[in-house]
């Protein structure tokens, strides 16, 4: 096969850990008979300093006519003055709507060969972790109209209105029963549906929509006990699908009670275009330059791309394989490292993953 990758490596980290995930898309390519070419586009605040805009047009034309595109991460303190419009992180909320990205997977797994690192207590930590939220992406309360700010009888009054209508909910469980079907089959919708009309027809839509899935286990859990859930049986879950608002918040949750955020990999999906593969991390100002980021994060970014992007499951799998191997050799970044482990740079750790590929 050959894949054409559109690489937005973007500030801080962004452009070191996206050249050691290109390093174990070559490795890959190279071990099962692919061809890849990559292309190289400006976005967030490189993007700014360019051209003036956080996501030139150009960069957008480039994603369109790619296969799929890898991102690293955008922002930092030099732009943060900027006025909102922008500001880097218009570039990656712009490129998301330019390629109709509605659906946002967030694996969070521990790997047992990191099971210090996660914040739970150590017998709920043995019992496992490893689920997927399925996030809706580009509708709910945060672009629900009418929003603002106005004087009501008096007072400064905010708003904004939550809305889904069936098409947005039916596209969204969709995406999280496909996703089930490759993994445990265990759907659990999370809504409000006790207190908003909304939830109402969330949870109707998606019963309606496991009808076609009578091989998936489908629940429905209210938000706040699903943010209680998380931390106290992360087990539990398998296939997490929900709104634009609860996903964000969910979505942390679970990122962090792994305790490692330079491990975590992210896939933004649309109807049939190109989708986006990231880490879920920012851009790290704070060790730019040094040779001490973990791409990890990314190189598991680029084993989702080829998974759900191209539909190489073998080639994907060689690749969580490969991370494995050298987290069970002992090898680690400054964020993930432990007493009697062996400390390497970001360099390292790519060279490291490539060769086990
Ligand atoms: P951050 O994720 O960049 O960093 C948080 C902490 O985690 C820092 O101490 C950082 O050093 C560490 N860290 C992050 N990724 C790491 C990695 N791969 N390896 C080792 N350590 C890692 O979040 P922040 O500090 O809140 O934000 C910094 C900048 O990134 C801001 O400008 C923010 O707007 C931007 N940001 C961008 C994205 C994105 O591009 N998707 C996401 C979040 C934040």
């Known amino acids: 096969m050959h894949m054409n990758i559109c690489l937005l490596p973007g500030d801080g980290i962004g452009p070191e850990i996206v ?31 360019a051209t003036g805009s956080p996501l030139p047009d150009a960069t957008v034309e480039a994603c369109r006519t790619s296969d799929a595109v890898l991102l690293g991460a955008v922002g930092g303190p030099k732009w943060d003055d900027l006025p909102s419009e922008k500001r880097p992180e218009k570039g990656l909320l712009g490129i998301r709507k330019a390629l109709g990205l509605f659906a946002n997977l967030r694996p969070a797994a521990l790997f047992p060969e990191l099971a210090g690192a996660c914040l739970l207590r150590a017998d709920i930590a043995a019992a496992g972790l490893d689920l997927v939220v399925v996030r809706e992406l580009t509708g709910d309360v945060y672009f629900g109209q009418p929003a603002g700010i106005e004087t009501r009888d008096g007072l400064r009054t905010g708003f904004n209105t939550m809305i889904y209508d069936e098409d947005e909910v039916r596209r969204i469980a ?36 496991a009808r076609d899935y009578p091989d998936v286990e489908l629940s429905h859990m209210y938000v706040d006990n699903a943010a209680m859930q998380l931390v106290r049986w992360p087990a539990q879950f ?84 490969a991370v494995r191997r050298v987290l069970a050799e002992g090898y680690r970044t400054g964020d993930i490292m432990e007493n009697g482990r062996t400390l390497v740079g970001t360099v390292s750790m790519g060279n490291l993953i490539a060769e086990r590929i």
């Open 19 to 49: 050249t050691q995930g290109t390093k174990v898309l070559d490795a890959v390519a190279r071990r099962f008979g692919h061809t890849v070419s990559t292309s190289s586009a400006l976005i967030g605040g490189a993007a700014i300093d």
């Open 174 to 209: 969709r995406v999280a029963f496909d996703t089930a079907r490759a993994r445990k089959r265990r759907v659990c919708s999370v809504d409000k549906a006790n207190v908003l009309a909304t939830s109402r027809l969330w949870r109707e839509v998606v019963e309606e929509v």
């Open 238 to 321: 398998d296939v997490i699908v929900t709104g634009n608002l609860f996903g964000d918040i969910l979505s942390d949750e679970a990122a962090v009670i792994t305790g490692s955020i330079g491990m975590l990999p992210s896939a933004s999906m649309g109807s049939g275009g190109p989708a986006l593969f990231e880490p879920i991390h920012g851009s790290a100002p704070d060790i730019a330059g040094q040779d001490k980021a973990n791409p990890i994060a990314t190189i598991l970014s680029v084993g989702m791309m080829l998974r759900l992007g191209f539909g190489l499951t073998a080639e994907a799998d060689a690749i969580d394989t």
